[in-house]
């Protein structure tokens, strides 16, 4: 099917994209890498008046770290992150880039657009909300930072305000005895997941953990910190009980909707499982270890 009738406009920078979205107003929609927008326009169930495209702004698509920061500009495509030795170097990171969708879609998404548009089945809201990060954009009122904690707000919902556009993605890369796995279990590539965890745990020595992030991606409206489940860790030796235990309150945490993908206890029992998963991914990483995380297909 044809998407209604639109008039494309080509942004020169970030600046003219913000100025056009907050004049065009409401029916306006920015294209980023337009994985989901395209075919959201093609079944007709979104109808922009105007598409601002941002794929011709220059100098928006570096991946590089600096001052113990990863910086990703906003048009980083997927499979430019998943190549990214920098991103590699936090294998959480490396773990989501690399099994998003299938390669087409990879190597037009771009992690801007995934964040902005605030999917609750998407990849990186779960994986960046393990990490201390910020999202940093631009708009009418000039530039602004957001953490990642304060961006998603609900569903399809961000903080962004009207006219403003991600310029980038700060990640505070993990320092000491880290380690941290992302592990998502779909049924093929190009859907999007039934179900992920991701981790990101800061070790005290081998065994006993300082600090544990733990976010269950897909069974809620947004992105959940399960926070009773890394309460369950923090200060603790890290054994297959305590795993257990805090796999066990991941579950609780969760909060899922029955769907094709599966019933609310499916979903609830996948989210033990993959917690499980991730965790001794992340423990084993922390002490050095290589071990492999990512996507699972059924």
Not at 70 to 81: I, K, N, Q, T
């Amino acid at each position: 099917m044809y998407p209604h009738a639109f008039r494309y406009h080509r942004a020169a920078s970030l600046e003219e994209a913000a100025s056009m979205i907050a004049e065009l107003g409401e029916d306006a929609k920015l294209l980023a890498g337009g994985q989901s927008l395209i075919p959201l326009m093609k079944l007709r169930l979104s109808s922009p008046s105007h598409l601002v495209d941002l794929n011709f702004v220059p100098g928006v698509s570096y991946i590089h770290r600096a001052n113990g920061d990863l910086r990703l500009g906003a048009m980083a495509r997927h499979a430019d992150l998943a190549a990214s030795a920098a991103v590699r170097a936090i294998p959480l990171l490396h773990d989501c880039a690399a099994g998003i969708a299938d390669v087409q879609v990879r190597n037009r998404g771009t992690i801007g657009g995934s964040l902005a548009e605030a999917d609750p089945s998407g990849d990186w809201g779960a994986a960046l909300l393990a990490l201390p990060a910020e999202v940093r954009c631009v708009g009418p009122a000039g530039e602004r930072s957001i953490s990642i904690s304060d961006f998603f707000l609900d569903a399809y919902t961000t903080a962004l305000a009207p006219g403003e556009v991600v310029r980038e993605i700060l990640v505070h890369v993990p320092q000491g005895a880290a380690g941290g796995a992302y592990v998502a279990f779909k049924r093929c590539a190009p859907v999007y997941a039934t179900a992920s965890v991701a981790t990101q745990l800061t070790m005290n020595d081998r065994a006993t953990c300082r600090e544990a992030h733990i976010v269950l991606g897909c069974v809620g409206l947004t992105a959940i910190r399960a926070r009773t489940a890394e309460d369950e860790l923090a200060g603790k030796e890290l054994n297959s009980q305590t795993i257990a235990r805090a796999a066990e309150a991941a579950m609780a945490a969760a909060d899922p909707q029955p769907d094709m993908r599966g019933s609310v206890g499916y979903k609830r029992t996948l989210v033990g499982s993959l917690t499980r998963r991730a965790l001794e991914a992340a423990l084993r990483r922390s002490q050095g270890g290589a071990v492999q995380g990512g996507h699972i297909y059924a």
